[in-house]
């Protein structure tokens, strides 16, 4: 349990958004009243935006840039996002294109390096676990994705995007996942 900064009120854990960065490690105001400041904040940032400048220097690229060339962002003094649109995608595309960052979320996510991603991977034959696909059949990636227990966080093997998607829709329901297949059983031919 934890009291809320906002309205003082003692509440469950599930009740505050998630932050690493503060000692208990959650955030000091429940969901609900943080929703309410920033529905209030926005309306009034709306009802008088901030004046926009006519251009700004993004530090990054050194550039000055017309205000067009940056999103508008409510949460800025400006009115508009401090890195401009080139920039942003730029940065994005390094962000989930890159080794690095396919290494830090596999630590991160699941606690796995790279190698141990690869000897999985290599003990299932290349394949998926469920289907034994050779194709991780996910535009955009050349990886099969890790599955894993949402209620332990241990990881259970590598999957094809449609044989995760189909774990994930059946919310890892073990009795789901039975009464489908003996559904298919019955109806297929």
């Given at each position: 349990?934890?009291?809320?900064?906002?309205?003082?009120?003692?509440?469950?854990?599930?009740?505050?958004?998630?932050?690493?960065?503060?000692?208990?490690?959650?955030?000091?105001?429940?969901?609900?009243?943080?929703?309410?400041?920033?529905?209030?904040?926005?309306?009034?940032?709306?009802?008088?935006?901030?004046?926009r400048p006519?251009?700004?220097?993004?530090?990054?690229?050194?550039?000055?840039?017309?205000?067009?060339?940056?999103?508008?962002?409510?949460?800025?003094?400006?009115?508009?996002?401090?890195?401009?649109?080139?920039?942003?995608?730029?940065?994005?595309?390094?962000?989930?294109?890159?080794?690095?960052?396919?290494?830090?979320?596999l630590k991160?996510?699941?606690?796995?390096?790279?190698?141990?991603?690869t000897e999985?991977?290599?003990?299932?034959?290349?394949?998926?676990?469920?289907?034994?696909?050779?194709?991780?059949?996910?535009?955009?990636?050349?990886?099969?994705?890790?599955?894993?227990?949402?209620?332990?966080?241990?990881?259970?093997?590598?999957?094809?995007?449609?044989?995760?998607?189909?774990?994930?829709?059946?919310?890892?329901?073990?009795?789901?996942?039975?009464?489908?297949?003996?559904?298919?059983?019955?109806?297929?031919?």
């Amino acid at each position: 349990m934890k009291t809320c900064a906002c309205c003082e009120t003692e509440k469950p854990l599930e009740d505050f958004n998630r932050n690493k960065s503060l000692p208990s490690g959650y955030t000091s105001s429940c969901k609900v009243c943080r929703a309410e400041q920033r529905r209030t904040l926005y309306a009034a940032k709306k009802e008088n935006p901030p004046p926009r400048p006519l251009s700004k220097v993004y530090s990054n690229c050194s550039q000055e840039k017309g205000s067009s060339e940056f999103v508008a962002a409510l949460d800025y003094l400006d009115g508009l996002h401090p890195v401009c649109k080139k920039c942003r995608q730029t940065l994005a595309k390094e962000k989930y294109d890159t080794d690095i960052a396919r290494v830090k979320t596999l630590k991160d996510r699941f606690g796995l390096s790279l190698e141990d991603y690869t000897e999985i991977l290599r003990l299932q034959g290349g394949r998926c676990a469920i289907c034994n696909s050779d194709n991780p059949r996910r535009q955009g990636t050349l990886n099969f994705l890790v599955d894993h227990d949402h209620e332990t966080g241990k990881v259970r093997g590598l999957l094809c995007h449609p044989c995760n998607s189909g774990l994930g829709m059946f919310g890892d329901n073990l009795e789901g996942v039975e009464a489908a297949a003996a559904y298919l059983r019955k109806n297929n031919g």
